[in-house]
């Protein structure tokens, strides 16, 4: 057996995917943890970590070993088995997203045919997790996060796809290499730039951060679906917030910013480039704004970002009819 | 009308009133308890607020102070009422709403009943404390 | 949909870009806090911070054990023990205790005293590890005010 | 099991004594039905010292640093009412110096309880940076604090007659930073939070009337928010008021925007107040001679002046001896928190945050 085949195999093939998400995933964990707070402390006039590594880089590690070293608490009158399950349901969905993402014109775990379906749908399964997590704490503060997370999440998926169907009308495939490969002389942005800013407007609201966050609004539900979460259990549920921007922005730079696709550089940086911009301009909105309130948080969503999406969906179509 | 006019009605004595030497443009004891009510009501038609209501544990009697002012300019109206120490006060609460916790107040530490108020309860101290701490007689245990 | 729903659309766009535009405004301002244990603060040469005697130029204790700093501390923080040689009138100072742990550093024993023999040193830094090191007594009273 | 207990009647959650943003240990009980409340009760007592017992036992001079921590956040503000009350017993006048000293430390605190206020108020709805931009001129007040009266909060600056110091040079070098920064910094922070989001939490939640005002006993603030013109530095001129030109700021409708923007533009109104003093101070003793042993003739006392909250009181019966017969706060926190259980029926639970921060409540003054 030659090293081609070697490489060739499917067991192969499986366990370099596996090492490779997992890669990705510490990183951007580290990482995305360390820019927020950069960009939090200085815009807030502080500097912000400083301590562990250069400029507080492995700060995320650190935290990291703290979190795991510590004691699981399982607070009295919980739901054991829900309790215990609930961080992993919303976390695991997020390594299973990484298979359609398109790093460069090669590095893709599995280019599926309905990648994006894929990918949307995926992603709905942290929200049982999160409702499993308020649920199961046998707590008014958590389950009323956990309702709330789950009117958010339901109502902020139908501008997230309107948004996206404009985009697949124009390229007319679900598969995300072709999503890419059209992009090849313009970034759909261009043409699509209204639903580009639905689609971050959503993402946001989807990723439940400020101004969006309330499930988990500490003013007001003390820390929502996890007040009653420690340690490794609350890490879990932690890390799965920073994979998660991680992932919405690498989808928008593949949907709207041309994926990896850029001169000069290898394509591989230039899709982190591009989704790092993004993370970080999902960061510095958090800084900037206030909460909104629930009702308004839907009003928001029905009766502005989904009549414009729709709107935008119907303009697109008409055009792509005509042309 | 002035105050003086509402209080001339009344059957009062009244005591040293001198806004530079202690705060009070005027000062009354008023001699019948229920006068306060209708003294109230003169009053909160001629645009006064009441400041606070207090007590003074006065070693025989439990003295009430109702002190009342005016928003626009100062003129601030102390009227005071002797009661024994179970004797029972009528509310103000239908005229102002704040009297509610100013009466809780004095009632969790003089243990003054104030009739007609419903909500009157141990407003600062904890629920079931025995006694009413700023009464003279009241004595902290020792720890 | 009427005219106010697009008016507060465009009051939403306006102000969210607005916000958005100054707050990475001070992204790249200074920051004004201290690294703390490395860096350190400009302490106030008032500021009063663990309490400390003073001496006179011989280095002898300037108080004369009159006790008002005892009697006038709100939160009974100082204790004094004196004691009278054989012979002499005056109260001396034997032992002198003052627990940080219940200072509430308001400066009136050094306000009352009338010969000004203690004061508050610009000690902040107090934390002990037990109880007991609160408690500062004639012999280390200088401990914490280096 | 048994699903007849498990049947929902009443869904009540308890904010507090421990919850974010109760700011300390308040407790609400709230009666809730989905995201909506149908009735709260407001439950005190969770941080009661018995301070008014306690003065029965301390002396006038010992009570002085205990007025710092009813309202940590404003303490010289209730000094002042301490001691004026006992300036007033003893018919001392302090001096023209010691006046304005106190102006300036007067204003100063309330521009950093303000500050806090905001800060904190913001925070109560999510936004976390306007929160230090603020406590950053807030530091800086609290180092001039800490240059002139020694401490960073607990002050225990004003005495019987005066003040404790003087003002130093470097106090003024303070000053002017600060007086240079607080202008810009307050705009760009106004800029910030004064999103649509914002707006929309705040406007048209948490109506107090005018008529409520006179009902409530409500001063300050709270009161100034729906309109009324209540303020102590105008109304009743204690000190050296009269000698300063500032406004008043007014709300119109009483909401919690109106009640925020008061105390936005208070804090400037305070920062043309120092700059006039500041211009205005002569040289001269900072403090009158008072004496030692404080004991204050018999007969009682009030003096009340306008804190960052509203109208503070400090009602003293003196029996001759060296410890009050009888000490009593009216203070200003206690009568505004009153109203809370007849707003927030009919809300939201994240507009009780704001309507709550509205109110701007320190416990401890009120707990006492």
């Known amino acids: ?323 | 009308m002035s105050v003086i006019t509402i209080l001339d009605s009344f059957d009062k004595e009244v005591l040293e009133q001198s806004y530079e030497k202690n705060g009070f443009n005027h000062s009354y004891l008023l001699r019948k308890k229920d006068d306060i009510i209708e003294l109230t009501k003169r009053l909160k038609e001629e645009e006064y607020f009441l400041e606070t209501i207090t007590a003074v544990d006065k070693k025989e009697k439990i003295r009430l102070i109702y002190i009342f002012n005016k928003m626009q300019k100062v003129h601030r109206v102390a009227v005071y009422l002797d009661i024994d120490y179970s004797e029972d006060v009528p509310s103000l609460i239908d005229f102002f709403k704040s009297a509610d916790w100013f009466e809780s107040e004095v009632y969790d530490f003089f243990g003054v009943k104030f009739t007609g108020n419903p909500n009157l309860k141990r407003l600062l101290t904890p629920e079931g404390m025995e006694g009413y701490p700023l009464l003279k007689s009241w004595k902290a245990e020792e720890d | 949909m009427n005219a106010s729903y697009f008016n507060k659309v465009n009051i939403g766009i306006k102000t969210v870009i607005k916000g958005l535009a100054l707050s990475i405004s001070y992204l790249f301002k200074k920051p004004v806090t201290l690294q703390y244990p490395h860096e350190k603060k400009r302490i106030a040469q008032r500021y009063r911070g663990s309490i400390r005697l003073k001496r006179n130029e011989e280095g002898a204790l300037k108080c004369i054990a009159c006790g008002s700093c005892e009697k006038i501390c709100p939160a009974g923080a100082i204790k004094m023990v004196t004691v009278t040689p054989e012979g002499s009138k005056k109260k001396q100072l034997s032992e002198f205790y003052v627990d940080l742990g219940l200072c509430i550093y308001c400066g009136l024993c050094v306000d009352t005293c009338p010969v000004d023999a203690i004061e508050h040193s610009i000690v902040y830094e107090v934390a002990e590890r037990k109880k007991d090191g609160l408690i500062l007594r004639l012999d280390n009273l200088g401990e914490k005010n280096v | ?368």
């Open chain 1, 1 to 323: 057996m030659d090293l081609a085949m070697i490489a060739d195999s499917i067991i192969v093939k499986v366990i370099l995917s596996i090492a490779g998400v997992m890669i990705v995933f510490t990183i951007n964990a580290l990482f995305a943890t360390w820019l927020e707070r950069k960009v939090a402390g200085h815009i807030q006039l502080r500097l912000g970590p400083m301590e562990v590594g250069f400029h507080g880089v492995l700060q995320g590690a650190a935290d990291g070993l703290k979190l795991i070293a510590k004691e699981i608490i399982t607070p009295k009158g919980v739901d054991k088995k829900l309790f215990a399950l609930a961080p992993y349901l919303a976390f695991f969905p997020t390594l299973l997203m990484f298979v359609v993402i398109p790093f460069s014109d090669k590095l893709q775990v599995r280019d599926l045919n309905i990648g994006l379906l894929y990918f949307f749908s995926i992603s709905c399964i942290a929200t049982i997790g999160i409702f499993m997590a308020g649920w199961a704490s046998n707590n008014k503060y958590s389950l009323m996060g956990a309702v709330r997370s789950i009117a958010q999440s339901i109502a902020y998926e139908i501008p997230i796809i309107l948004s996206i169907l404009s985009v697949v009308i124009i390229t007319q495939s679900l598969k995300l290499s072709e999503i890419v490969s059209y992009q090849s002389k313009f970034w759909i942005v261009l043409v699509q730039p209204v639903a580009f800013v639905v689609y971050v407007i959503s993402a946001i609201a989807e990723l439940n951060r400020t101004p969006f966050d309330i499930p988990e609004a500490e003013s007001e539900l003390v820390a929502g679906f996890h007040t009653e979460y420690s340690g490794m259990r609350f890490a879990v549920f932690f890390m799965a917030e920073y994979t998660n921007i991680f992932l919405v922005s690498a989808m928008a730079t593949t949907l709207f910013l041309g994926g990896w696709r850029g001169p000069f550089f290898p394509p591989v940086v230039w899709f982190f480039i591009k989704t790092y911009a993004l993370v970080f301009f999902i960061i510095w909105v958090r800084w900037a704004f206030p909460r909104l309130r629930p009702d308004q948080l839907m009003s928001f969503c029905w009766k502005f970002l989904t009549p414009v999406a729709l709107l935008n969906l119907l303009i697109t179509t008409f055009f792509m009819k005509i042309f």
């Open chain 4, 1 to 368: 099991m048994d699903t007849e207990k498990h049947v929902l009647k009443d869904f009540y959650v308890n904010m507090g004594p421990q919850h974010p943003s109760t700011h300390g240990v308040l407790r609400i009980v709230l009666k809730v039905d989905g995201e909506k409340v149908m009735s709260s009760e407001t439950v005190l007592g969770y941080a009661h010292r018995g301070v008014e017992k306690m003065a029965e036992s301390k002396t006038y001079i010992q009570m002085m640093p205990v007025m710092d921590r009813f309202d940590y956040v404003s303490s010289m503000l209730f000094e002042w009412a301490y001691v004026g009350c006992m300036e007033k017993a003893l018919g001392i006048t302090p001096p023209e110096r010691a006046e304005y000293i106190r102006v300036i430390m007067a204003e100063l605190n309330r521009i950093a309880s303000h500050l806090l206020w905001a800060g904190a108020f913001l925070l109560d709805l999510g936004a976390f940076t306007p929160f230090l931009w603020l406590f950053d001129a807030r530091e800086r007040i609290m180092d001039m604090f800490e240059e002139v009266t020694g401490q960073r909060m607990t002050n225990n600056y004003f005495k019987i007659g005066g003040v404790a110091d003087d003002l130093t040079p470097e106090f003024f070098k303070m000053l002017d930073e600060f007086l240079n920064m607080i202008r810009k910094r307050m705009a760009d922070t106004e800029t910030l939070i004064e999103s649509i989001i914002f707006l929309e939490r705040v406007k048209d939640i948490g109506f107090i009337s005018k008529e409520d005002v006179i009902n409530y006993s409500l001063t300050g603030p709270v009161a100034r928010g729906s309109g009324v013109n209540y303020d102590l530095r105008k109304n009743e001129p204690y000190s050296i008021y009269t000698r300063f030109d500032f406004e008043i700021p007014l709300g119109e409708k009483g909401d919690c925007y109106d009640r925020y923007k008061v105390r936005m533009r208070e804090v400037i109104q305070s920062v043309r107040i120092i700059e006039q003093a500041v211009s205005a101070i002569p040289e001269g003793p900072f403090a009158e001679k008072a004496p030692k042993i404080v004991k204050l003739p018999e007969g009682e006392y009030y003096f009340a002046v306008e804190t960052s909250r509203g109208l503070l009181g400090v009602y003293l019966v003196s029996d001759g001896s060296a410890n009050p017969y009888r000490f009593k706060l009216r203070d200003p926190a206690f009568s505004n928190l009153s109203i809370l259980d007849t707003m927030l029926p009919g809300n939201k639970i994240s507009d009780v945050v704001a309507i709550l921060g509205s109110i701007d409540v320190v416990i401890p003054e009120i707990d006492r």
